[in-house]
C-alpha cells in the first residue's frame, strides 16, 4: 500500500478504494464465516474471535483482510490438531 500524501488544499487526505480495506458489518462478516451474529458477538467478548474496528461504542466492523487472516490462521488437518495447544499454564 503506497504512503497517502495530502491531496486535498486543506491538508485532509484524499484517499482511494484502494487505499484502505473494505469494512464489513457484523452482519456482512457473519455471512462472510458462515455463522451467526451473535457467534461473533461472543467471540468478541471471549476475545478469541477475528479482530475487529469499534468506531464507536454502538460501531462495530471487520475488516476483509482480518477475516481472511482469521480463516487462515484456524485452519487444521485434523480434529486431534484442535487439542494440542495446552493453553494458559497453571501457576500453583
Do not use: H, W
Not at 486543506?10 to 464489513?24: A, F, H, I, R
Not at 467471540?43 to 483482510?65: E, H, N, Q, T
Amino acid at each position: 500500500m503506497r504512503e497517502l500524501q495530502p491531496t486535498l488544499g486543506n491538508g485532509e487526505l484524499e484517499m482511494n478504494p484502494s487505499d484502505y480495506d473494505e469494512l464489513l458489518t457484523q452482519d456482512e462478516a457473519a455471512r462472510f464465516l458462515r455463522c451467526a451474529p451473535r457467534t461473533l458477538e461472543g467471540k468478541r467478548v471471549a476475545g478469541d474471535g477475528p479482530r475487529f474496528v469499534r468506531l464507536s461504542p454502538r460501531m462495530i466492523r471487520y475488516r476483509r483482510s482480518d477475516l481472511e487472516s482469521y480463516v487462515a490462521k484456524n485452519v487444521r488437518g485434523s480434529t486431534s490438531e484442535y487439542f494440542d495447544d495446552p493453553g494458559p499454564e497453571d501457576d500453583d
